[in-house]
């Protein structure tokens, strides 16, 4: 599966974006999920 760049960019964004909440949710579950969450779309992006 091959990315276009403008989805790459997006799961960045997405990325950042997660790792930025899970400093403020302090919360275990939150981070947690946050946690997975942020695993898969990187995956995601690290696939070519």
Known sequence: MSLSPETRERLQRQI???RKRMQLDSNDLEYETHLHTLRMLQHLLDQK
Request: zero cysteines; charged letters at 35%.
């Open 16 to 18: 950042d974006a997660l």
